[in-house]
């Protein structure tokens, strides 16, 4: 089987930097994925790590390290409109498309 | 940019009833998928498809269930008999298979509501 452990909640303020933590636990580790979900819509694809390392995308970045079983989702200069959930989601193997999601992190942005 | 449509968003029906969901995936998609969320809960994979045929079900998707894409660009999902415990959000989702591969893209979903 596998698991993801991420925090259930995460607060801030607008322009702060937070850091969601998410441990795995799977066979066939392929790679990472971070999703954004606002209010139960479409979860929307952030990033992905296949490989160790940061991946930045605009206010936005991700982290792997494949030999603590660990990564982060970083995001900087917080707006409102990122309160949402954020579930990390672990790819098994090269099967496209198959992940095993995280429970996933409300992150709350106040003014 | 491009997107996954579901219909209906909304759909209300009777335990031991069949229900029909609906998605077209993106037009120059090869990989469909379904995932569903139960509220409050974590997203789950029920199918994909590629090919015109299943190529991974999770053990969710048991014989209640079937996956078809009857045209070129309709992809459904069919519960045959509900059950109070298949209420949740059921998003359809598909990958391009020929660039950035580890995308998915999920439409807006469609909450099922089995009473």
């Known amino acids: 089987g596998q698991s993801l452990e991420q925090p259930s909640e995460v607060t801030a303020v607008e322009g702060a930097i937070v850091q969601i933590n998410c441990t795995y636990q799977t066979s066939g580790f392929y790679g990472l994925s971070w999703y954004q979900q606002h209010d139960g819509g479409a979860p929307t694809f952030l990033s992905y790590n296949a490989l160790d390392g940061l991946e930045e995308t605009g206010r936005f970045s991700s982290f792997l390290s494949r030999s603590d079983s660990y990564g982060y989702l970083l995001l900087q200069e917080l707006q409102m409109k990122d309160s949402a959930s954020y579930f990390c989601a672990v790819q098994r193997g090269s099967t496209l498309g198959r992940l095993y999601f995280g429970r996933g992190t409300q992150l709350t942005v106040w003014p | 940019e491009p997107e996954v449509t579901q219909t209906p968003s909304h759909q209300v029906t009777q335990m031991g009833q069949e229900v029909i969901l609906r998605c077209v995936p993106i037009s120059n998609h090869l990989y469909f998928y379904w995932y569903r969320q139960i509220l409050g809960q974590k997203v789950e994979f029920l199918v994909s498809f590629y090919n015109n045929e299943i190529s991974e079900k999770s053990e969710i998707f048991d014989d209640q269930f079937s996956v078809e894409r009857p045209d070129g660009s309709n992809f459904t999902l069919k519960i045959r008999s509900t059950k109070l415990e298949d209420s949740a959000m059921y998003f359809c989702?598909?990958?391009?298979?020929?660039?950035?591969?580890?995308?998915?893209?999920f439409g807006s979903g469609t909450q099922l509501s089995v009473l």
């Open positions: 989702a598909s990958i391009e298979g020929g660039g950035t591969n580890e995308k998915l893209f």
